[in-house]
């Protein structure tokens, strides 16, 4: 039982490229989302989606999109990558608070 | 809205001591409370929740906390310390009526264990 799976583990991008965060859950969850980590912040919530088909914009999601097709799978993209989104970046699901996490994708852009 | 506020980003005990991590809330209607862990370079786990059944909440690892709508507080407690309770803890907060879905997360404190 994998539970919830993030890739890459890290990746650096330069300004302006895009990429996509995977994410991938086996326990069947509706709810799940997407966290960023800042030292001494805490983790803000980007965006969630209540099931697939359906998702909404959190805290602070600008800079990013998301989709959810699948049930299991829940990508989180940056269009045009700048200094501000290096971060790390946690997916979580749950069945309604985000009781599982995964092991996070450390993203550094220069 | 909610909010949470830690105090006390470094938390420093000796082994066998008694730990004891602060959070208190901020909400205007009854809030459901988690703590969670996260150890280095791992994602982070729920230690335990609070939704409004019994105010002393016990979770995993010998911890537990307690809530109190007085003191709008729900401090993380363990009797003692062991060397592999060295990690980052996090306190957050919802609002039910928010449809349980926007946690906010205190800043986190970190616990260092001395041997």
Not at chain 1, 59 to 76: C, H
Request: hydrophobic share 35%; charged share 15%; aromatic share 12%.
């Amino acid at each position: 039982n994998a539970g919830v799976t993030q890739t890459p583990k890290f990746r650096i991008l330069k300004i302006g490229q895009s990429m996509t965060l995977q994410c991938a859950q086996d326990m069947n969850h509706n709810y799940m989302y997407w966290y960023r980590q800042d030292p001494g912040m805490g983790l803000k919530l980007i965006y969630y989606s209540v099931g697939a088909g359906i998702t909404d914009k959190g805290e602070v999601p600008n800079g990013y999109n998301v989709s959810r097709s699948t049930t299991e799978d829940f990508p989180l993209r940056l269009e045009l990558a700048a200094p501000s989104q290096t971060s790390v970046y946690f997916c979580a699901t749950g069945d309604v608070s985000p009781l599982h996490f995964g092991n996070g994708t450390r993203l550094t852009v220069t | 809205a909610q909010s949470v506020t830690q105090l006390g980003s470094h938390v420093s005990v000796s082994e066998g001591a008694l730990v004891l991590l602060r959070c208190n809330y901020s909400s205007s209607v009854p809030p459901y409370l988690f703590w969670y862990v996260q150890y280095p370079n791992q994602g982070l786990q729920l230690l335990l929740k609070y939704t409004s059944a019994a105010t002393l909440v016990k979770g995993i690892n010998g911890f537990e906390a307690e809530f109190k709508k007085s003191e709008t507080s729900f401090h993380l407690t363990k009797p003692s310390a062991h060397m592999s309770d060295a990690a980052e803890y996090f306190c957050a907060v919802i609002s039910p009526s928010s449809g349980g879905n926007k946690l906010v997360f205190g800043a986190g404190t970190i616990l260092r264990v001395k041997s």
